[in-house]
C-alpha cells in the first residue's frame, strides 16, 4: 500500500517529531539477540511474588518496563496499573528530578487510539476538562480503576503518556533511579569518524553517498568502556535526501541513516537504514540542489538519551528511529557484552 506523501513542512515534524506513521521494520543492528524483540516475562504462578515493574516513558512516548528480575516488557500493559502509580520521577537532560503527580491521555479515536467506548470509560476517571489545544485529558495520580474498566488495555501504538503540557520531559519514571551516573558530553566530529562511516556506506555499497555526521557523543555506559556515539544520516532538504548539488552524479548512491558506537578503532552498527537510488524509475527533482523525492527513502535517527534506567549502573541508550510516517523510540542495553534492543514503542499518524 503506498503511503500517502505530505507537503514538506510536514514531512520534517514527522521525520523529527516525538509521535508521528504506519509502524516499519526497526533498523537494523549487528548485536545478537534471541529474538528482536523484547524479553518478556512470563506471569507469575501462584507462590511467585509478582514483578515489580518501572514504567519508563521517553519523550512522552511509552516505551515499556524494566522488570525486578532484570528482564523487560513492552506491551500487555492495562492503563489502570499505570495511574495507580501515586509519583512519577520526571528527569531534566542532565538528570534533575522533579515529582509528576498528572498524567496527561488522548483517550479519543484514531490511529493506535482507545476504542470509542473504552475511551469514554477512561474520561469519567479524569480530574479536569481536555487540554485546548491538545485534547489531552489530565489524570490526577494515583487513579483507582476499577471492574472492568481495570482491563483496558494501553495502545501498544501510538502510546503517549505526558506529564508536562508546556514541555516534552526526556525521561519518566516510576521510581526514582540516579539516571546519569556519569555525563554524556556532546562533541565535535573528527575526520576518523567520517571515515568509519565512509567505510559502513563502501560496505553496502553506497560508494557515492557523501559521509555526513549529524552529531556525536562521549559516553560511557558501563564506567569503564568510554564509547563515541555517532548520529550519520543522508544530507536532506524538507526530509528528502540530496543526491548532488548539480547533474546526478551519484550513481553508486543511495539514502542512509546510521547510528555507530566507536571506540577509536572499531566502529559497531546500532541501528541502521540504507536503500539504493533506482534512477531508472524515479529520477531526481531537476531544480539543483537535487533531491530524491520518494518516501520510502526518508530516514532519521536521534539520539533521545543515554541513561540509566533500572539503576544497575548500565546506562542504556535511547534513539528515535523515524521516516515517513512512521516512527519507533528504541531502547538498549549492554547484555553479556552486546548491545541488545529491549523496549520498543510505535508511533505515527
Avoid at 107 to 117: R, V, W
Avoid at 150 to 173: G, Q
Avoid at 235 to 256: C, F, M, Q
Avoid at 317 to 326: P, T
Wanted: glycine share 8%; hydrophobic share 35%; charged share 15%.
Amino acid at each position: 500500500m503506498k503511503r500517502k506523501l505530505l507537503p514538506p513542512a510536514l514531512t520534517v515534524l514527522l521525520l523529527l517529531s516525538a509521535c508521528g506513521g504506519s509502524p516499519q521494520p526497526s533498523a537494523t543492528t549487528e548485536a545478537p539477540s534471541a529474538t528482536p524483540t523484547a524479553s518478556v516475562a512470563p506471569p507469575p504462578s501462584p507462590t511467585e511474588a509478582p514483578l515489580e515493574a518501572t514504567y519508563v516513558t521517553i519523550g512522552d512516548c511509552f516505551f515499556g518496563a524494566a522488570l525486578s528480575d532484570g528482564t523487560w516488557k513492552d506491551e500487555g500493559f492495562t492503563v489502570a496499573e499505570l495511574l495507580a502509580v501515586p509519583t512519577y520521577t520526571a528527569y531534566t537532560a542532565d538528570g534533575q528530578p522533579s515529582d509528576a503527580t498528572t498524567v496527561y491521555l488522548y483517550t479519543g479515536e484514531g490511529p493506535g487510539g482507545f476504542e470509542a467506548e473504552a475511551g469514554k470509560r477512561l474520561n469519567t476517571y479524569a480530574s479536569g476538562d481536555p487540554d485546548e489545544i491538545t485534547g489531552l485529558l489530565p489524570f490526577s495520580l494515583p487513579v483507582s480503576i476499577v471492574g472492568n474498566d481495570a482491563r483496558i488495555a494501553l495502545p501498544n501504538y501510538n502510546a503517549r503518556l505526558v506529564f508536562d503540557l508546556n514541555a516534552v520531559a526526556p525521561l519518566v519514571l516510576s521510581k526514582p533511579v540516579t539516571v546519569l551516573p556519569r555525563p554524556v558530553e556532546q562533541i565535535e566530529p573528527t575526520d576518523d569518524m567520517t571515515a568509519a562511516v565512509k567505510s559502513k556506506l563502501d560496505g553496502y555499497g553506497l560508494y557515492g553517498a557523501p559521509a555526513e555526521i549529524k552529531a556525536a557523543y562521549r559516553l560511557d555506559p558501563t564506567g569503564d568502556t568510554p564509547l563515541t556515539l555517532i548520529i550519520a544520516g543522508s544530507p536532506a532538504i524538507d526530509g528528502y535526501p540530496v543526491v548532488s548539488a548539480d547533474e546526478y552524479t551519484y550513481r553508486d548512491s543511495g539514502s542512509y541513516a546510521m547510528c555507530l558506537l566507536y571506540d577509536g578503532t572499531t566502529a559497531t552498527t546500532l541501528a541502521e537504514h540504507h536503500k539504493a537510488y533506482d534512477f531508472d524509475t524515479v529520477p531526481p527533482t531537476k531544480t539543483p540542489p537535487s533531491v530524491y523525492m520518494v518516501s520510502d527513502h526518508c530516514y532519521a535517527l536521534q539520539l533521545l538519551g543515554c541513561y540509566d534506567v533500572n539503576g544497575d549502573g548500565t546506562m542504556e541508550i535511547a534513539l528515535r528511529d523515524a521516516g515517513w510516517e512512521w516512527g519507533s523510540g528504541v531502547l538498549f542495553t549492554l547484555a553479556n557484552g552486546k548491545w541488545q534492543r529491549v523496549l520498543e514503542s510505535h508511533y505515527g499518524s
